[in-house]
């Protein structure tokens, strides 16, 4: 009996113990941070296309979201032919601010930083490009407009001016960014390592987190030490409205758009009071101007269309046989190939969009004015303008004064410029009141 009080003692010395040394191990941790240490967390965003409105608000909110939950870093995979200098300006902007340190990364392989892309690049706290990649070629261009030679002159020197500051402030190439600027150099990842334009190569995303691991960089809060090796990865994906905005921002999209607004326009004034193709056009056309901030519109083409446009109109209204429409359909394929000035493929309009377009414009009107044509030559069917081409017979005789004549089963009063006999077969000429004017048949 005393042996077994014996080992209940000793056991409830242990388990106190043991209590004691957990509880101890509780207020240590307590006293160095309060909670357990959790793995840090890089946000990666994708930026694929031109730098718009729309891509500037998403980069600026994925890096404030960042900020918020205390990420390691955020990672912004860039490949872009460049875009609006505006959109680029609010980009590096949020950039610089950031608390969090914000990794550009030139991928996948075929990607480039081109024009805006060059300065987003040059920005970033780590700037990284993926083999096979390509920056450069920032020389600024207008957008809606040319420049004459002294505002591109104004323009180049101030795009300059700033990539260089950018350069210089993360200890990049500043050189070799001026001449990006200037004469629109472009060089490949390989060189742009070798140059200290970037600081790192990575085949993939896990090789640029562990190529980062330890690298010092300068924030908008001081120094910070990068620990991405073990990092948990949270991928962005694009809300609803920056996917609709980006997608009218795509040139094909923004010339469908505005082909639809003025169509919608042209059935409002053509049949007033349908509403639905009048909004339907009004809405068209303003998230196609909207686009046009984005793109390199050459105005000149857009008066080219719809000058096109109102030729087919015309068509409808002049007899021409074909002129009218082959004019429009020439304005219509020239003003849509001038329409978007640049040399980048990704900002053109495709042919296989502007040729089909103009033939069905063509085609369109080309219906249209066939359909009014015939129902303006047609003989009405209802009211009294109907009786006019009607056979009958006369049941009196007929002069200029006085008669009667039966048409389609009713009795009418008739007058005619010659004299007809009773019985006669006659033809209406005309309807004046109630009263038809007739002719012998």
Do not use: C
């Not at 694929?48 to 891509?55: K, R």
């Amino acid at each position: 009996m005393k042996s077994l009080k014996a080992h209940l003692i000793t056991i409830t010395a242990l388990l106190a113990m043991f209590a004691l040394s957990v509880s101890e191990a509780e207020q240590s941790k307590e006293a160095k941070g309060g909670k357990q240490t959790q793995a840090p967390i890089v946000h990666i965003i994708k930026i694929n296309g031109v730098i718009n409105p729309a891509a500037a608000e998403y980069a600026s909110k994925s890096i404030s979201n960042a900020s918020k939950k205390g990420a390691e870093a955020i990672v912004i995979e860039l490949d872009t032919p460049g875009g609006l200098d505006t959109s680029m300006r609010s980009i590096v902007k949020e950039m610089i601010a950031s608390p969090v340190p914000v990794i550009v990364y030139v991928a996948p392989s075929g990607a480039r930083a081109a024009s805006a892309g060059v300065f987003i690049t040059i920005a970033a706290h780590v700037a990284a490009m993926s083999p096979g990649t390509n920056i450069g070629a920032a020389h600024p261009v207008a957008v809606g407009e040319k420049m004459d030679k002294t505002v591109a002159e104004k323009a180049a020197n101030d795009a300059a001016a700033y990539i260089r500051s950018l350069a210089e402030s993360h200890g990049r190439n500043a050189q070799w960014a001026e001449q990006a600027v200037r004469k629109s150099v472009s060089i490949t990842e390989t060189e742009a390592l070798k140059l200290k334009v970037i600081d790192i190569v990575a085949e993939d995303m896990s090789s640029l987190l562990k190529a980062v691991e330890g690298r010092k960089v300068k924030t908008s809060l001081g120094e910070r030490v990068l620990h991405t090796a073990q990092a948990k990865i949270i991928y962005g994906e694009k809300g609803f409205r920056h996917r609709v905005l980006d997608f009218i921002s795509d040139p094909n999209i923004a010339y469908m758009l505005m082909l639809l607004g003025f169509y919608g326009i042209f059935f409002e004034l053509t049949n007033p009071g349908s509403i639905f193709p009048g909004v339907v056009g009004v809405v068209s056309l303003i998230l196609a101007f909207y686009s046009f901030q984005t793109l390199p519109v050459n105005y000149a083409g857009v008066l080219l269309i719809l000058a096109g446009l109102v030729l087919f109109l015309l068509e409808i209204k002049i007899v021409s046989y074909g002129l009218l429409t082959l004019g429009g359909i020439a304005s219509i394929v020239l003003g849509s190939i001038m329409l978007i000035d640049s040399e980048d493929p990704l900002l053109r309009i495709s042919l296989s969009m502007i040729i089909p377009s103009a033939v069905v414009s063509a085609l369109f009107f080309i219906i249209t004015f066939r359909l009014a044509y015939r129902a303006y030559k047609s003989k009405p069917i209802v009211g009294l303008e109907a009786l006019i081409g009607s056979e009958g017979t006369a049941k009196t005789a007929i002069d200029s004064k006085e008669g009667t004549v039966l048409v389609n089963g009713e009795l009418w009063n008739a007058r005619s410029e010659v004299p007809i006999d009773a019985q006669a077969e006659i033809v209406v000429n005309e309807v004046k009141g109630l009263t038809l004017w007739v002719k012998r048949k």
